[in-house]
């Protein structure tokens, strides 16, 4: 079965502070990775990586995939407080139309 | 450009009630995906729709849900019969392109469902 997993599941950190946040995964035929900000509302779409080595950047946001290693990153540098949220890791596949989602970090930063 | 549109954001029914929810995609979208949240976990597909065809519905129960994406008008994701266990954060995503050609999902502000 394909899996994704996230880590940490919880993060608390200062405004100001630099962010790591994980994906893994597991998928058959793997196509594409994407990552999502969810905060009270719908899951915002920040990156979708489909190759290995090349950083995407968006503001302090950036993210990378590692093919080999199957993981990827997403790096938010000087946080701020509404960078609260929490972040989802989703996998889509060659064979079909799914995305598979991982259970999120939820990232929270204070003042 | 409008984004996905849910509605109603919040639908509180009785246990053997019918739910309705309804998901209109963005402008010139043609795919519909649905996806479940339930409490203390990530989002699982339920099924993905283009127009007047289901085309992966791998991730919907086998009974009382069922979904439809018509001509005309939004996507319907039905429940009937509701159960407490339905109780979930429903989502729905949109896409130009299928995710076989990475069309990227856009998705709406989901409908909870609680059932009592």
């Known amino acids: 079965e394909d899996k994704v997993v996230q880590s940490p599941l919880s993060l608390v950190v200062h405004e100001g502070d630099t962010v790591t946040l994980n994906c893994s995964y597991e998928?058959?035929?793997?196509?594409?990775l994407l990552w999502y900000k969810q905060e009270k509302k719908a899951p915002t779409f920040l990156f979708m990586l489909?190759?290995?080595?090349i950083e995407k950047k968006s503001g302090r946001l950036s993210s990378i995939l590692d093919k080999k290693e199957l993981f990827s990153i997403l790096n938010i540098t000087a946080t701020q407080t509404g960078d609260s949220a929490i972040y989802l890791c989703?996998?889509?596949?060659?064979?079909?139309?799914?995305?598979?989602f991982g259970e999120g970090t939820q990232l929270t930063v204070n003042p | 450009n409008a984004g996905v549109m849910q509605n109603p954001r919040h639908l509180v029914r009785r246990r053997g009630q019918e739910a309705r929810l309804r998901c209109s995609p963005m402008?010139?979208?043609?795919?519909v995906y649905w996806y479940r949240q339930l409490p203390e976990e990530g989002l699982k597909f339920m099924v993905y729709?283009?127009?007047?065809?289901?085309?992966?519905e791998s991730g919907m129960p086998k009974e009382r849900f069922s979904a439809e994406f018509p001509k005309e008008g939004p996507s319907i994701l039905r429940i009937q019969q509701v159960v407490r266990g339905d109780s979930a954060a429903y989502f729905c995503?949109?896409?130009?392109?299928?995710?076989?050609?990475?069309?990227?999902?856009?998705f709406g502000p989901g409908t909870r469902l609680l059932v009592l």
């Open positions: 995503a949109s896409s130009r392109k299928g995710q076989r050609s990475n069309g990227t999902q856009y």
């Open positions: 998928v058959t035929n793997f196509r594409s």
């Open positions: 489909t190759s290995s080595g």
């Open positions: 989703a996998v889509g596949e060659t064979s079909g139309s799914r995305l598979t």
């Open positions: 402008k010139g979208h043609s795919h």
């Open positions: 729709l283009q127009k007047e065809n289901i085309i992966d």
